[in-house]
Nanobody, 123 residues
Framework: DVQLVESGGGSVQAGGSLRLSCSVSGYFGRTYCMAWFRQAPGKEREGVAAIDSDGNGSYVDSVKGRFTISQDNTDHTLYLQMNSLKPEDSAMYYC??????????????????WGQGTQVTVS
């Protein structure tokens, strides 16, 4: 069975950096899409970034130039490097994964597998 476990969240001042990690166990095929979503209180879950099995990344406009998604296939880990953090980046961050390409990566109903979330607070 596929399991995703996030870590790396925390509290940071505006302008600071955090790196989130998502440890992946299980196998969901040679073609896949993995993504980071976030959800702030009272707001809908939002797709932040995605990466496909070829290593191509996609980002929501609000994080372009500040966040970088990457994966390490050796240790089966997904990362989100977050720089120049802003208070509006505060949210619970989730990693998600599913088989297939990242054609509709911002849609959370595209993903069958989810982690439990890690909290990011920017003040």
């Amino acid at each position: 069975d596929v399991q995703l476990v996030e870590s790396g969240g925390g509290s940071v001042q505006a302008g600071g950096s955090l790196r989130l990690s998502c440890s992946v166990s299980g196998y969901f095929g040679r073609t896949y899409c993995m993504a980071w979503f976030r959800q702030a209180p009272g707001k809908e879950r939002e797709g932040v970034a995605a990466i496909d099995s070829d290593g191509n990344g996609s980002y929501v406009d609000s994080v372009k130039g500040r966040f970088t998604i990457s994966q390490d296939n050796t240790d089966h880990t997904l990362y989100l490097q977050m720089n120049s953090l802003k208070p509006e980046d505060s949210a619970m961050y989730y990693c998600a994964a599913d088989r297939g390409a990242c054609l509709r990566w911002v849609h959370d109903d595209e993903y069958a597998y989810w982690g439990q979330g890690t909290q990011v607070t920017v003040s």
